[in-house]
């Protein structure tokens, strides 16, 4: 099956997000639904790395997200030698990628807001910066790792 375009992909995660998916969620969903992978644990698996992983201020969740689309094209089944590059090389170029483009990778950071308090939880909720900021941390991973696979093959 073809790869969907990364238009495409990116508007699916647009969409998803603006479902009120987590940001992890419609990452790992964008991604799956572009390489052509549909499952019952999609998005199950990635909900608790949401904001944060589960609001803790951790990695972004879009992140994280990302790497596991990643890990759909690249991850292993078994234990075997490696011949060229690591299967975990790609998720260090999202990595590296992402705080290239937008200069930090845990969520606080990006955000501004600890999330883990709810006075700055209620901040974020009442400046929409879910909209504002979470959704476009949501297109940079996905675009950044549909480029990733697209240079990869």
Request: hydrophobic share 40%; aromatic share 8%; charged share 25%.
């Given at each position: 099956?073809?790869?969907?375009?990364?238009?495409?992909?990116?508007?699916?995660?647009?969409?998803?997000?603006?479902?009120r998916?987590?940001?992890?969620e419609?990452?790992?969903?964008?991604?799956?639904?572009?390489?052509?992978?549909?499952?019952?644990?999609?998005?199950?698996?990635?909900?608790?790395?949401?904001?944060?992983?589960?609001?803790?201020?951790?990695?972004?969740?879009?992140?994280?997200?990302?790497?596991?689309?990643?890990s759909?094209?690249?991850?292993?089944?078994?234990?075997?030698?490696?011949?060229?590059?690591?299967?975990?090389?790609?998720?260090?170029?999202?990595?590296?990628?992402?705080?290239?483009?937008?200069?930090e990778?845990?969520?606080?950071?990006?955000?501004?807001?600890?999330?883990?308090?709810?006075?700055?939880?209620?901040?974020?909720?009442?400046?929409?910066?879910?909209?504002?900021?979470?959704?476009?941390?949501?297109?940079?991973?996905?675009?950044?790792?549909?480029?990733?696979?697209?240079?990869?093959?």
């Open positions: 099956m073809p790869m969907l375009s990364r238009e495409e992909t990116l508007k699916l995660a647009e969409t998803y997000a603006g479902q998916f987590l940001c992890s419609s990452c790992l969903m964008a991604l799956a639904k572009c390489q052509g992978l549909e499952s019952p644990l999609i998005p199950r698996i990635a909900t608790g790395f949401g904001a944060g992983i589960g609001r803790s201020g951790e990695i972004c969740g879009a992140v994280t997200g990302a790497v596991m689309g990643l759909i094209r690249y991850g292993r089944d078994k234990v075997e030698p490696t011949k060229d590059r690591r299967p975990y090389w790609y998720a260090t170029e999202l990595l590296k990628r992402f705080n290239s483009e937008l200069g990778l845990r969520c606080p950071a990006l955000l501004g807001l600890d999330l883990a308090k709810p006075e700055e939880y209620e901040e974020y909720i009442r400046r929409n910066l879910w909209l504002h900021n979470c959704t476009r941390y949501i297109l940079s991973a996905t675009g950044i790792a549909w480029d990733i696979i697209k240079e990869n093959g």
